[in-house]
């Protein structure tokens, strides 16, 4: 069932999709004005000033939303259409006003007076608002779809932390007990943050908290993998402070390993880089492909699931590319800077 007393993240409305898919419902509301029956003007000269007038109504009004939603992050969904209502209503009636004694200066002869000018346009302007509105309800029934099977494909992924890496951790964490009794307790205290990390897999986290996971991983990878494994990190300090959902990068450093350096016989190297822009930053997490056929499942499974989660937490704007470069498998975390309150 919808719930619209919690929008799901992902539903941006300055979005450059949104501003054209209503850029393109208003010219379709433009046209059919034009072509109605009973019109006295030249089709093409009412064309223009139907397109001209509902193009106005429709960016105000979008505009006016985008700034609502921007200074009102955490607006439910209910109150967010009560005020896209009384947005449009607003905008419709002063652009009718306004183009009502603009028209008329310039020597156009209407065939209604004011008030029934207004009052026809408020009339089209609830029916179209009518229509948006179920437009968006569906945008928000998906995308809680989208939520609730990300919500599904979390609780499998707090399995993903594999039955024989947990043994092999303790194996080593029992090995260095005898040799390095700090690095054994380094070891526990690095699985016990993965495990931890697994069962909040659902929360928000930081990209500082999780390069912190990702390098938890790492450190437990290398005293099993040993000489075999390498690793570079190449990173700002201090890292930029901004949201990523919980398990994030791990998944990627986990297949990293799995997909590529354990199907080198002679292990491999690593590389993570992070990039920043004024609207952006660029995490790049680079392997060898790997010799050998591939023996573990669930690498798409990861991919998508992060792809989806970054997706509810940061809309289009997120992005997560995979390729093969030279033997090497890449991939392109893209997500928008953004500072968070954690």
Same mark, same amino acid.
């Given at each position: ?90 905008? =419709?009636?002063?652009?009718? @006003? ?27 302007? @609830? ?53 390095? +009794? ?7 205290? $690095? ?15 930081? @990209? ?31 890292? +930029? ?13 986990? $297949? ?29 997490? =680079? ?17 998508? $699931? ?33 500072? =968070?309150?954690?």
């Amino acid at each position: 069932m919808l719930n619209l007393h919690t929008a799901p993240p992902g539903t941006s409305l300055c979005s450059s999709k949104l501003v054209l898919r209503a850029t393109v419902l208003a010219q379709a509301v433009a046209i059919l004005l034009a072509l109605a029956p009973g019109a006295v003007e030249d089709r093409w000269f009412r064309l223009g000033l139907s397109t001209l007038f509902v193009q106005w109504v429709a960016l105000l009004t979008l505009l006016l939303l985008c700034q609502l939603q921007k200074y009102r992050p955490n607006i439910s969904a209910k109150r967010l259409a009560a005020c896209a209502f009384a947005i449009l209503l607003t905008c =419709t009636t002063l652009v009718s @006003l306004a183009a009502f004694v603009l028209l008329t200066e310039k020597g156009w002869e209407p065939q209604v007076n004011l008030s029934w000018f207004i009052l026809h346009n408020l009339t089209i302007a @609830l029916i179209v608002g009518i229509i948006g509105l179920q437009f968006y309800l569906m945008h928000l029934e998906r995308n809680q779809r989208i939520a609730a099977q990300s919500r599904a494909e979390l609780d499998a992924l707090q399995a993903r932390i594999r039955p024989h890496f947990l043994f092999n951790s303790l194996n080593t964490a029992a090995e260095l007990t005898r040799e390095d +009794p700090e690095a054994a307790e380094a070891a526990l205290l $690095n699985l016990s943050s993965l495990f931890r990390a697994a069962l909040n897999a659902g929360e928000a986290s930081t @990209l500082k908290a999780e390069i912190a996971l990702a390098k938890a991983y790492i450190d437990l990878e290398r005293w099993r993998l040993g000489d075999r494994l390498s690793i570079t990190w190449d990173l700002p300090d201090p890292l +930029p402070d901004t949201p990523l959902p919980a398990l994030t990068l791990q998944p990627l450093l986990e $297949n990293a390993v799995g997909h590529g350096i354990e199907r080198i016989t002679t292990g491999g190297s690593i590389s993570v880089c992070l990039l920043q822009s004024e609207q952006n930053i660029t995490l790049l997490i =680079t392997n060898p492909a790997g010799e050998k056929p591939a023996r573990l499942k669930g690498n798409g499974m990861a991919i998508d $699931n992060i792809r989806k989660r970054l997706e509810l937490l940061s809309g289009e704007q997120a992005k997560l590319i995979t390729g093969t470069i030279d033997n090497h498998y890449r991939v392109k975390l893209v997500i928008p800077y953004a500072h =968070t309150d954690r």
